[in-house]
């Protein structure tokens, strides 16, 4: 895992070294495609170009939060183009697995239409999430200017935070990545954890469902 991060690291110093604004812009907005492609070595790649002067950090944040924005429109629009039906269709086809209950579709839709702003906003600051949030506001419908606005604000923060350390960190930029890489795997732990906390409680349910109805036929 150490090698092919050092390898991405080489490979965005020479992208930003030969391309400048139009490098960060292509690797952030890369980075939204292929979680694999860090904005914590990226960001601070570029904060340190900053504080060398081959970089200014307002090109560097124009150019990074122009590339989340395109990044995120990607993913917004394959979940528009999925859409409801074509889940709800997944949902019947599959409605045996223990995660697929089209009320949840329902409950989502609602918890969406109140709080999908907010979650827009605070994904962009979240490693993982930030790469997917997007999919689902594409898919609840969310209005585009919403959207756009939201993500630039969140991505806008995040970007912000990740240049200033790399210009302060200069020649030891990489050691973002390092910090941010513990909040990461806490991320990803959280995640796995809470899916598989819904599973086993849907399996349970449906268990207890199917015995009560097995007792009352018996009955």
Do not use: C
């Not at 895992?1 to 400048?20: C, F, K, N, Q």
């Not at 089209?102 to 600051?125: C, H, N, P, S």
Request: no cysteine; charged share 15%.
């Amino acid at each position: 895992m150490s090698d092919l991060l050092h390898t991405l690291a080489d490979w965005a110093v020479v992208i930003v070294e030969r391309l400048g604004y139009f490098g960060v812009f292509f690797l952030v907005a890369l980075e939204n495609l292929i979680p694999p492609i860090p904005s914590e070595l990226i960001l601070p790649l570029a904060g340190f170009a900053v504080g060398q002067g081959s970089l200014t950090f307002v090109g560097v944040m124009v150019a990074a939060t122009l590339g989340s924005v395109i990044g995120a429109l990607v993913l917004y629009g394959l979940g528009y183009w999925f859409g409801e039906d074509r889940l709800r269709r997944f949902i019947r086809r599959f409605e045996w697995l223990p995660f697929a209950d089209e009320a949840d579709v329902d409950k989502a839709q609602a918890w969406f239409a109140k709080y999908g702003g907010t979650a827009v906003l605070t994904g962009r600051l979240i490693p993982v999430v930030r790469s997917v949030v997007s999919i689902p506001a594409g898919y609840h419908r969310m209005p585009l200017g919403r959207f756009i606005l939201y993500t630039m604000t969140g991505s806008a923060i995040w970007n912000g935070l990740l240049v200033t350390a790399g210009y302060f960190l200069g020649e030891n930029w990489q050691e973002v990545r390092r910090y941010t890489q513990l909040f990461e795997i806490a991320t990803i732990l959280a995640i796995v954890a809470a899916i598989g906390w819904f599973i086993y409680r849907r399996w349970t349910t449906r268990t207890a469902n199917r015995r009560q109805v097995a007792r009352a036929t018996d009955d």
